[in-house]
């Protein structure tokens, strides 16, 4: 599976979920290869709104492909796709700090905001 989104209102975090709801398959992702300078805390990394980001999911095979795309720009690899149908989230500290059911993030996501 190929796909991209932009990393915009919401930040990683949201981008994360949008992106594992809509492919209905789960994700494992770590916050520690993401650069990041004088960042320490998992929810800056999660949920900064800073602009002109992507989040590419590839197949394994085309990475050569995409890395010579994006030649001069900078990439991480931060993660994978699986079929567990859970995203989940190591922080920068190697700790898990996500650990969600994918019916459940597309239930919250549907669901209206109870005041």
Known sequence: MSS????????????????????ELGMEVDLGKIPSERIERDDQLLFSESQSRLLITIAPENR???????????????????????????????KKIVDADIDSLKEAYKKTLQW
């Open 4 to 23: 991209c989104g932009s990393v915009s209102r919401g930040g990683l975090g949201i981008a994360l979920a949008k992106m594992a709801v809509a492919g």
């Open 64 to 94: 050569k492909q995409l890395e010579t795309l994006m030649e001069g720009q900078k990439i991480a690899y931060i993660g994978r796709i699986n079929e567990r149908r859970r995203l989940a989230v190591k922080g920068i500290k190697g």
